[in-house]
């Protein structure tokens, strides 16, 4: 038997996440298109040669 209760709460979690948000233990989000291997080397490069995350989140 579930109980019965109304949800008061002013921010309903449903309506406030967005949509490409993935909640925990709910698998891989959908692929908007596959990374080429040139881009991988591209990332692979700057991620040897950035000093700071910073820098490299700003180049990548």
Do not use: W, Y
Not at 22 to 46: H, T, W, Y
């Amino acid at each position: 038997m579930t109980p019965n209760f109304e949800d008061k709460r002013a921010v309903k979690l449903q309506n406030v996440m967005a949509k490409d948000f993935i909640p925990l233990f709910s698998g891989r989000p959908q692929r908007d298109k596959v990374i080429g291997r040139e881009d991988l080397m591209d990332l692979d490069i700057l991620l040897h040669t950035a000093n700071t995350v910073e820098e490299f989140l700003a180049k990548a």
